[in-house]
Nanobody, 123 residues
Framework: QVQLVESGGGLVQAGGSLRLSCAASRRAFTPYGMGWFRQAPGKEREFVATISWSGMTYYAESVEGRFTISRDNAKNTVFLQMNSLKPEDTAVHYC?????????????????WGQGTQVTVSS
């Protein structure tokens, strides 16, 4: 069992930045693909970004160029740097881990999920 704990959410004005972190509970962090998803009130959970064990990345079109996903395998941690935030980025952001070495954009492919961290962007 892998436990994931997110941190770094909060309230920020439009145009601001936040950095989310996700710490995995044990070394079985590897080889896992890691992803960030988000869910706004009344909406379905949506893909945000993913990074493979080797560092390949892929982003949702809505965040491309504004968000950067990265990982530190030695510290079992994945990050999401969010810049130029918009009110429509407001959502609970979830970290997830998928067994394997690929790049995964679909939620059902993920095996473990964190509890989520709230990101609120005011206009």
């Amino acid at each position: 069992q892998v436990q994931l704990v997110e941190s770094g959410g909060g309230l920020v004005q439009a145009g601001g930045s936040l950095r989310l972190s996700c710490a995995a509970s044990r070394r079985a962090f590897t080889p896992y693909g890691m992803g960030w998803f988000r869910q706004a009130p009344g909406k379905e959970r949506e893909f945000v970004a993913t990074i493979s064990w080797s560092g390949m990345t892929y982003y949702a079109e809505s965040v491309e160029g504004r968000f950067t996903i990265s990982r530190d395998n030695a510290k079992n941690t994945v990050f999401l740097q969010m810049n130029s935030l918009k009110p429509e980025d407001t959502a609970v952001h979830y970290c997830a881990a998928a067994r394997g070495t690929g790049v995964y954009t679909r939620a059902p492919l993920y095996d473990y999920w964190g509890q989520g961290t709230q990101v609120t962007v005011s206009s």
